[in-house]
């Protein structure tokens, strides 16, 4: 039968006690002990409570001295000259702390995160891109950065770190999709380097992540495997093309001196040809108006001694044949050399009279027509059936 049915006794689970008035017992005593902490009466605590006040009051002063101690050590921060402290208060960013020691609210009203700005932190991976005309090439890169910013690089983006990676390998993709392969195997990485890191810089600024690269670089830069051999054998061919240029560069180096110098040679003996020749000319001009000069003073002596000359000059380096009226037959010089030549003597050359004019060439119509004063002369019958 339950306890609360009529006719089934008092049977109270409490034993009897009531409820309320345990819970007005446990706040009367809580009370009591707050007034004993902070030097109020006891109320019905009875004589007791007097004689623990003291007590009570020391340990009150202790914890309260406790506080004032910690709040005095929460306030000073000692900030590393690596480190940049960013003050919160109530988790609002309210200024930022340099190296050095730094005061502050004690928490929970400002607390600090501390930033090594210093530490340089680095970023790499490998993919595999398509270029301008439409190869595929397998790129390992790397970029070091550094925490320009704590305030951005704590609120200014979720993950900083993972949006430099995918900023990086999207400024890779934007390079190497606007260069053709040649460019990129062929000592060109350096310069593609140099523009992804400042696209990578200009979307790290807009995305506000605090970040501040300082080195990108392409390590490596080569044809998947699946078509390294023939990458290989168009780098060898190309390396055999920078070869034979360069021997070709060599050849020209070396022939083009030679040919210059020839060509020099050649025109200094052409100026020296045409100079004496020149000159040969106007003395023989020179020589002729003389001649002509002494032919209108004296005929008659001139052609004499224009024949006689012109014989000497004809008889003296020819050999000569001579027939007489008894059908001897004479070779002059007898030694059978030429005068003027070496070990030769010389032999007297025997003239034939000149008996009139009619056997001396006319050298007045030949110098009214032009002709050379030395020209040779008309020859006789005789010699000419040598």
């Not at 960013?93 to 730094?102: A, K």
């Not at 390590?219 to 021997?247: C, G, L």
């Not at 000569?320 to 070779?331: E, F, Q, R, S, T």
């Amino acid at each position: 039968m339950a306890w609360n049915q009529p006719g089934g006794g008092n049977k109270d689970p409490w034993n009897g006690k009531d409820p309320g008035a345990d819970v007005e017992a446990f706040l009367n005593k809580l009370k009591g002990s707050l007034n004993r902490v902070f030097g109020g009466s006891g109320g019905e605590s009875g004589p007791s409570s007097g004689e623990s006040d003291p007590g009570m009051r020391g340990l009150a002063l202790v914890v309260l001295l406790a506080v004032v101690a910690w709040a005095l050590f929460d306030s000073v921060v000692l900030v590393d000259e690596r480190e940049r402290g960013v003050v919160m208060r109530f988790g609002k960013v309210e200024r930022l702390m340099s190296p050095g020691p730094n005061f502050k609210w004690p928490r929970p009203i400002e607390t600090v995160r501390k930033l090594n700005v210093t530490d340089v932190r680095s970023a790499s991976d490998q993919v595999r891109l398509l270029t301008r005309d439409e190869n595929i090439v397998q790129i390992d890169f790397g970029v070091q950065y550094l925490i320009s910013d704590p305030e951005r690089y704590m609120f200014g983006s979720r993950d900083p770190d993972d949006s430099l990676r995918q900023a990086a390998e999207g400024a890779i993709r934007d390079v190497i999709g606007g260069s053709t392969m040649d460019v990129i195997l062929t000592g060109e990485r350096a310069r593609l380097a140099a523009e992804a890191q400042a696209l990578l810089q200009t979307s790290l600024d807009e995305y506000r992540t605090g970040l501040q690269v300082t080195v990108l670089n392409i390590s490596n830069a080569r044809p998947p495997q699946e078509v390294r051999q023939a990458f290989d054998d168009a780098i060898s061919a190309r390396e055999d093309k920078e070869r034979i240029e360069s021997e070709a560069r060599a050849y020209e180096s070396k022939v083009i001196p030679e040919a210059r110098g020839e060509a020099a040679r050649i025109r200094a003996e052409a100026e020296g040809y045409r100079e004496s020749t020149i000159t040969r000319a106007k003395g023989s001009a020179d020589r002729f108006a003389l001649l002509l000069d002494e032919y209108r003073k004296a005929p008659e002596v001139t052609r004499r001694r224009l024949y006689l000359e012109t014989m000497q000059t004809v008889l003296g380096t020819n050999r000569k044949v001579y027939a007489g009226d008894g059908g001897n037959v004479l070779y002059l010089p007898l030694n059978g050399t030429t005068p003027g030549a070496s070990g030769g003597s010389t032999m007297p050359t025997l003239l034939p009279p000149v008996t009139g004019t009619t056997s001396v060439p006319s050298v007045e119509r030949d110098v009214t027509r032009g002709a050379r004063p030395d020209a040779r002369p008309g020859r006789t019958s005789r010699e000419e059936n040598r």
